[in-house]
């Protein structure tokens, strides 16, 4: 039987030590390609390039450098580089940091495995939660298994899944988990270049987050376990709809539509 072809991507680029960490773990499992960024991308969300062409460097076998965003290489990757046998799974990361809460609307990381589900790829996205000082060996050996487990049963084409690990402990389990809800504060501070025009760093550095039992948060920073974060791509309000039902638009006729 042919081995299960897995697409490795992240956002940090083609050279990072979390993305060398995840293709030795995950190698064992299947005929593993990489379509990574030439360059860091975090905080890239899912920016796709449209309005530019992109260039795909060969770095050596099934290792490619895309000169693009995350989303743009696992585009690539799945439609024109892996046209003749699509991956039966994608994995992304292992970031250099959290993608927790909403970290999520901004991660190139969890992008790269956004569109590999959008495409019809089941995705994971592994993130380590550390900062300075990365030990990516806890992270890379619950990949391997969470990969082993996904690649022993059937999945949705659109699954995808959210992976936070805790730096600096051996994690002795793994939670299910929902997102929570944190913030690094809201700071914007205000320079001065040498030719007197101002520029501006936004994003702050005061982490908390809530107590929100069953979070990714709390899984992590209070049990010091892996959580395992599902998410879907319908960002419909469901219960914002009937609310909505009820507004009077005045010149306007509001139509229900079939299955609504």
């Known amino acids: 039987m042919r081995k299960p072809r897995i697409l ?13 960490a995840l293709v030795e773990a995950v190698s064992p499992l299947g005929e593993v390609w990489v379509v990574a960024p030439d ?33 743009d290489c696992a585009y690539l990757a799945i439609v024109h580089l892996l046209k003749d046998a699509r991956p039966t799974l994608m994995v992304s990361g292992i970031n250099h940091g959290s993608n927790l809460a909403e970290d999520v ?57 959210n992976v936070n690990i805790p730096g600096g402990v051996e994690p002795e389990g793994y939670s299910v988990t929902r997102l929570g809800r944190h913030s690094y504060g809201y700071g914007v501070v205000e320079k ?32 010091k376990r892996v959580s395992v974060t599902p998410l879907h791509l319908d960002l419909t309000d469901h219960g914002r709809l009937e609310d909505l039902g009820g507004w009077s638009l005045q010149g306007f006729a509001r139509h229900e539509l079939d299955g609504a």
């Open 8 to 20: 490795v991507s992240n956002d940090d680029g083609y050279f990072s030590e979390g993305l060398q």
């Open 39 to 71: 360059r860091e991308q975090s905080a890239a969300s899912h920016a796709i390039s449209l309005h530019r062409p992109l260039r795909i460097k060969e770095v050596r076998e099934r290792w490619f450098a895309i000169d693009g965003t995350p989303t």
């Open 105 to 161: 609307t901004y991660s190139g990381t969890v992008a790269a495995a956004m569109e590999g589900a959008l495409l019809g790829v089941p995705a994971i996205a592994f993130s380590l939660v550390a900062r300075g000082t990365f030990d990516f060996a806890p992270a890379a050996r619950f990949a391997r298994a969470l990969v082993t487990e996904a690649l022993s049963r059937p999945l949705p084409n659109r699954m995808l899944l």
């Open 192 to 223: 001065e270049d040498p030719r007197g025009r101002k520029y501006y760093w936004i994003g702050g550095s005061e982490y908390q987050h809530e107590d929100i039992p069953g979070s990714d948060c709390n899984a992590v920073h209070l049990a």
